[in-house]
Structures are given as C-alpha cells and as structure tokens.
C-alpha cells in the first residue's frame, strides 16, 4: 500500500506501477521475470519476454521480500540499478531502463548481510530512504480504521449491505494482538463479511 502511495504521489505516476514478489517466485524462474529473456533462450522460451524492470520503464518497480533473493541473482540485479541497463536471459545487448526501485523485507538485511545471505553492496545501493512500517498492534489507532475500510470494500464485492461494527467486535478487534499483522486483519474482515 504504501509503495502504490509513493508511486501515486510521485513524478513517475502516469507510468507503470509493477510488482513482484521474490519469495513466490522460484529462484530460476526469477532472472527471467525481472529481466526478461530472448526466444530460445533456455528451453520453453518460445518467444521473446520482456521483464518486470522493461514493464515498469519509466515508473516504479517493487521487489517485495527482497530478501528471498539469491545472492547470485542479486549481483545482476545490482549492476541493473547502478548502471539502469538491464541484459535479457539469452540476449546479447543491454537494454536501457529508467525505473525507481522500491524493496521491502521482512527480515533485517543487516543482519541478512552478517549471515551472508544478502549483499552488502546491494543494501547500500538500495537503502537511500528507508521506511520502517511497525507492525499492526504497535499502531491500534490504525486497527478499526482499516476493520472498517475493509468492511465496505468486501461488502461492496459480495454485494452485502454495510454493517457497522458492534461495541464488542470493536474491543475484540482492538485486543488481538494480529500476528499476521494487517494481511491478517482483511481476511478477518472478509471472512465476516
């Protein structure tokens, strides 16, 4: 939510907003999803693929958990950002990009680049502004704000009436301690709904 917002709320917002998602990806498919690849170059690439960093030229780029990223993919991904060129799987000229990146983890890349798994150039290149979200019980004044934002948004697309929360669903919401944080708190919703 807050990478959309900042792509919204910048200079770059009437181009592309992509996402991907490292950890859901699995690790040889990855190289070919962020750069692309070039018909034959592996078995099945029938065809020439642009990647996420081509579709997102011009705008943003989100790698959710960053840190699922194996390190060897992470010296490419790093030549990508400092030198805004890109090289497709199979292709033998580098293609120019112009993105911002946004990354998020859920794990401390410090320590990731203490235990190795992580480069440490690579966090330096990408830690120019870092956001550091808390997690939903650490902020309970946002808690029936989002309960009721996904109320109406789940209502809407069961086509259900709105109703409004009960002075006991209310405390209940206010006391969970949600440790699957706000992903946690919309699918409680939904499931009311």
Known sequence: VIARHLHKCSNRSSKPFISINCAAIPEHLLESELFGHE????????????????????????????????VRLQAKLLRAIQERVID????????PVN?????TSNRDLAESVRQGSFREDLLFRLN???????ALRERPADILELAKFFINHYSEANGVPVRELSREARQALNTNPWPGNVRELENTMHRAI
């Open 99 to 103: 993105i911002r990146i946004l990354a």
């Open 128 to 134: 120019v502004v870092n956001l550091k979200l808390p």
């Open 39 to 70: 018909k034959g170059a592996f078995t099945g690439a029938v065809a020439r693929r642009i990647g996420k960093f081509e579709e997102a030229d011009g705008g943003t780029l989100l790698l959710d958990e960053i840190s699922e990223m194996d």
């Open 88 to 95: 497709r799987v199979g292709g033998t000229r580098p293609v």
